[in-house]
């Protein structure tokens, strides 16, 4: 059975950092394509917001210009945990930030579609607040 259990997140004052984990269970993320998303107050499942994504080896990343410059995707394969760093923190990024994994058949692929994300975890909230 698959788990991905997101950990880090908390309160931080604007201007802040934070690193958020998620360790995987039942699936070795070197095999998956990964991405974070985040949930904002109000917003339903369905809009949730990719924010970074990477491939199998982690190697290759992209982010949404909300993020971009500000946080960083990583991969420890070896402790089979994904990351994201999160620098200059606003009030914007409060949100419920969730890790999730996507089966591809190519290990070069970044995926952008929510809907292809086939596991995830329950989330961590961050709130960004002075």
């Known amino acids: 059975q698959v788990h991905l259990v997101e950990s880090g997140g908390g309160l931080v004052q604007p201007g802040g950092s934070l690193r958020l984990s998620c360790a995987a269970s039942?699936?070795?993320?070197?095999?998956?394509?990964m991405g974070w998303f985040r949930q904002t107050p109000g917003q339903v499942r369905e809009e949730r917001e990719l924010i970074a994504a990477t491939t199998w080896s982690g190697d290759f990343s992209t982010y949404s210009d909300s993020v971009k410059g500000r946080f960083t995707i990583s991969k420890d394969n070896a402790q089979n945990t994904l990351s994201l760093q999160m620098s200059d923190l606003k009030p914007e990024d409060t949100a419920v930030y969730y890790c999730a994994a996507a089966i591809t058949r190519s290990p070069w692929v970044v995926e952008q579609e929510r809907r292809e994300y086939d596991y995830w975890g329950q989330g961590t909230k961050v709130i960004v607040s002075s």
């Open positions: 039942g699936l070795t993320i070197n095999r998956y394509a």
